[in-house]
Protein backbone atom coordinates (compact mmCIF):
# COMPACT_ATOMS: atom_id res chain seq x y z
CA UNK A 1 0.00 0.00 0.00
CA UNK A 2 0.98 3.44 -0.58
CA UNK A 3 2.60 5.54 2.25
CA UNK A 4 -0.02 7.10 4.40
CA UNK A 5 2.41 10.29 3.95
CA UNK A 6 1.19 10.33 -0.12
CA UNK A 7 -2.53 9.82 0.60
CA UNK A 8 -3.57 13.44 0.43
CA UNK A 9 -1.99 14.37 -2.56
CA UNK A 10 -2.78 10.82 -4.64
CA UNK A 11 -6.12 11.49 -3.64
CA UNK A 12 -5.92 15.14 -4.41
CA UNK A 13 -5.37 14.05 -8.04
CA UNK A 14 -8.49 13.71 -8.55
CA UNK A 15 -11.85 15.95 -10.08
CA UNK A 16 -13.32 16.90 -6.94
CA UNK A 17 -16.77 15.68 -7.68
CA UNK A 18 -15.16 12.53 -8.25
CA UNK A 19 -14.16 12.39 -4.72
CA UNK A 20 -16.63 13.83 -3.28
CA UNK A 21 -19.20 11.79 -4.53
CA UNK A 22 -17.76 8.48 -3.67
CA UNK A 23 -17.17 9.99 0.04
CA UNK A 24 -20.83 10.30 -0.28
CA UNK A 25 -22.01 7.09 -1.20
CA UNK A 26 -18.94 5.32 1.43
CA UNK A 27 -20.72 7.42 4.40
CA UNK A 28 -24.27 7.31 4.18
CA UNK A 29 -25.41 5.34 6.94
CA UNK A 30 -22.28 6.65 9.37
CA UNK A 31 -22.45 8.96 11.81
CA UNK A 32 -19.67 11.92 11.19
CA UNK A 33 -18.63 14.22 13.91
CA UNK A 34 -15.76 16.90 13.41
CA UNK A 35 -13.23 16.31 16.10
CA UNK A 36 -12.23 20.20 15.26
CA UNK A 37 -14.12 22.55 13.30
CA UNK A 38 -13.29 22.73 9.95
CA UNK A 39 -11.60 25.51 8.38
CA UNK A 40 -10.41 27.25 5.23
CA UNK A 41 -8.42 30.46 4.50
CA UNK A 42 -5.05 31.63 3.98
CA UNK A 43 -2.10 29.83 5.00
CA UNK A 44 1.46 32.64 4.47
CA UNK A 45 4.42 31.14 4.34
CA UNK A 46 7.24 32.62 6.10
CA UNK A 47 10.99 32.70 6.00
CA UNK A 48 13.97 33.97 7.50
CA UNK A 49 16.85 36.09 5.00
CA UNK A 50 20.03 34.66 5.29
CA UNK A 51 21.83 38.06 6.03
CA UNK A 52 20.06 38.85 8.89
CA UNK A 53 18.05 36.48 9.86
CA UNK A 54 14.90 37.91 9.76
CA UNK A 55 11.66 37.19 8.98
CA UNK A 56 9.70 37.97 5.87
CA UNK A 57 6.61 36.16 4.29
CA UNK A 58 6.97 34.97 0.90
CA UNK A 59 3.40 34.88 -0.26
CA UNK A 60 -0.08 33.32 0.68
CA UNK A 61 -2.01 29.97 -0.37
CA UNK A 62 -5.01 28.59 0.03
CA UNK A 63 -5.35 25.97 3.02
CA UNK A 64 -8.53 23.74 4.32
CA UNK A 65 -8.24 21.39 7.26
CA UNK A 66 -10.56 19.07 8.71
CA UNK A 67 -10.31 16.44 11.02
CA UNK A 68 -13.37 14.00 11.80
CA UNK A 69 -14.43 11.27 13.72
CA UNK A 70 -16.56 8.09 11.87
CA UNK A 71 -18.74 5.34 13.44
CA UNK A 72 -20.14 3.02 11.46
CA UNK A 73 -23.57 1.41 11.18
CA UNK A 74 -21.39 -1.73 13.11
CA UNK A 75 -20.39 0.23 15.45
CA UNK A 76 -16.56 0.90 13.66
CA UNK A 77 -14.77 4.39 15.35
CA UNK A 78 -12.14 5.95 12.86
CA UNK A 79 -10.33 9.44 12.84
CA UNK A 80 -8.83 10.95 10.00
CA UNK A 81 -7.77 14.64 9.14
CA UNK A 82 -6.23 16.56 6.23
CA UNK A 83 -4.62 19.57 5.62
CA UNK A 84 -4.87 20.29 1.62
CA UNK A 85 -3.86 23.35 -0.42
CA UNK A 86 -7.30 24.06 -1.31
CA UNK A 87 -9.91 26.75 -0.52
CA UNK A 88 -12.95 24.43 -0.23
CA UNK A 89 -13.59 22.74 3.35
CA UNK A 90 -16.48 19.82 1.57
CA UNK A 91 -12.75 18.65 -0.10
CA UNK A 92 -10.68 18.92 2.88
CA UNK A 93 -13.35 17.15 4.91
CA UNK A 94 -13.87 14.10 2.15
CA UNK A 95 -9.88 13.96 2.41
CA UNK A 96 -10.13 13.03 6.05
CA UNK A 97 -12.84 10.64 5.70
CA UNK A 98 -10.76 8.69 2.91
CA UNK A 99 -7.90 8.92 5.87
CA UNK A 100 -10.10 7.24 8.44
CA UNK A 101 -11.20 5.13 6.19
CA UNK A 102 -7.81 3.78 4.66
CA UNK A 103 -6.04 4.14 8.23
CA UNK A 104 -8.90 2.09 10.09
CA UNK A 105 -9.79 -0.43 7.07
CA UNK A 106 -13.38 0.56 7.52
CA UNK A 107 -16.17 -0.81 5.23
CA UNK A 108 -15.38 0.54 1.75
CA UNK A 109 -11.67 1.18 2.20
CA UNK A 110 -11.50 -1.17 -0.99
CA UNK A 111 -12.61 1.79 -2.82
CA UNK A 112 -10.80 4.13 -1.70
CA UNK A 113 -7.78 2.28 -2.17
CA UNK A 114 -8.21 1.77 -6.41
CA UNK A 115 -8.95 5.54 -5.77
CA UNK A 116 -5.87 5.90 -4.14
CA UNK A 117 -3.84 4.22 -6.92
CA UNK A 118 -5.08 5.96 -9.53
CA UNK A 119 -4.43 8.98 -8.34
CA UNK A 120 -0.96 8.05 -7.61
CA UNK A 121 -0.53 7.16 -11.84
CA UNK A 122 -2.14 10.32 -12.53
CA UNK A 123 0.58 12.06 -10.08
CA UNK A 124 3.27 10.03 -11.70
CA UNK A 125 2.22 10.89 -15.38
CA UNK A 126 2.54 14.37 -14.15
CA UNK A 127 5.47 14.71 -12.82
CA UNK A 128 7.34 13.20 -15.83
CA UNK A 129 5.50 14.93 -18.06
CA UNK A 130 6.99 18.13 -16.04
CA UNK A 131 10.66 16.12 -16.31
CA UNK A 132 10.02 16.17 -19.78
CA UNK A 133 9.11 19.85 -20.46
CA UNK A 134 11.91 21.02 -18.09
CA UNK A 135 14.81 18.86 -20.09
CA UNK A 136 13.52 20.32 -23.07
CA UNK A 137 14.23 23.76 -22.30
CA UNK A 138 17.92 23.08 -20.80
CA UNK A 139 20.82 25.56 -22.66
CA UNK A 140 23.67 23.72 -23.29
CA UNK A 141 26.59 26.54 -22.13
CA UNK A 142 29.40 24.23 -22.50
CA UNK A 143 29.21 24.75 -26.72
CA UNK A 144 30.04 28.69 -25.90
CA UNK A 145 33.27 27.71 -24.97
CA UNK A 146 34.18 26.09 -28.52
CA UNK A 147 33.34 29.36 -30.12
CA UNK A 148 36.40 29.76 -32.89
CA UNK A 149 37.05 33.50 -32.89
CA UNK A 150 38.51 34.84 -29.57
CA UNK A 151 37.41 38.41 -29.37
CA UNK A 152 40.27 39.10 -26.80
CA UNK A 153 42.78 37.95 -29.07
CA UNK A 154 41.81 39.77 -32.19
CA UNK A 155 42.27 43.20 -30.03
CA UNK A 156 45.72 41.72 -29.41
CA UNK A 157 46.86 41.25 -32.59
CA UNK A 158 45.34 44.37 -34.09
CA UNK A 159 47.87 46.15 -31.52
Known amino acids: MINRTEWIRALSAHPAEKLLSMTTALSSDWTIRPKSIPQCGLGMLKLNDSAFEEPFYLGEFPL ?17 AAQVMNDQIDVAEALALCDAVLSAQLPGWEKVTKLLDEGMQITKSTQLERKQMLASTQVNFSLLDDVSGNDAGDDDAAN
Open 64 to 80: ASAWVEIKTADGLVAEG
